[in-house]
């Protein structure tokens, strides 16, 4: 039964493209801001909470490869936990985002748009939220049902998540 959902928010040393520059973020740029009270939200909507660290029904951190990685315990008596649940176990959203202040950046040259079109994040000043996300900025990115990957397919039929719900409440 999935009793945990997560991803990677932010991959380090990805070149994203925003248009009109594109942006990478340098390993260490999240170090100093995991500790912020960070929400979970679904599309970086605020009436769409799926969690959050200081309530501990969330938690965000930095894993060994220094990607930006968090993970939300789902309410299933909430009905937008219970959309984005299916969501994320149909295979419908499979990539995250994150929100963020910036404390320390600087300008170089992209392949693509060339000189000071890089911005290249040094430093994070404030995580605002992670987000499982229907369009993300950064491809490189997951959302995923953690507690079920290892026994169960990612995608689920209603039937069976019906079920494992059914079950939860017994």
Not at 8 to 33: C, M, N, P, Q
Not at 86 to 111: H, L, N
Not at 124 to 132: A, N, T
Request: charged share 30%.
């Amino acid at each position: 039964m999935p009793t945990e959902f997560g991803g990677i928010a932010a991959v380090i040393d990805s070149v994203t493209d925003l248009r009109f520059f594109e942006e990478k973020i340098e390993r260490g740029a999240f170090d100093d801001a995991i500790n912020d009270d960070v929400r979970v939200l679904f599309n970086h909507e605020a009436e769409s909470i799926l969690g959050r660290t200081k309530s501990n029904t969330a938690k965000v951190w930095v894993n060994g490869d220094g990607h930006l990685e968090y993970s939300w315990i789902p309410d299933y008596e909430n009905p937008l936990h219970l959309q984005v649940a299916r969501s994320i176990m149909r295979g419908d959203v499979t990539q995250s985002s994150f929100a963020f202040t910036v404390k320390e950046y600087s300008w170089g040259k992209s392949e693509k748009y060339g000189d000071m079109s890089m911005h290249i994040v040094r430093k994070i000043d404030r995580l605002l939220d992670v987000s499982p996300v229907t369009y993300p900025a950064y491809e490189d990115t997951v959302a995923e049902a953690r507690s079920i990957l290892a026994t169960k397919p990612k995608k689920i039929n209603e039937s069976d998540l019906i079920e494992i719900i059914k079950l939860k409440h017994k």
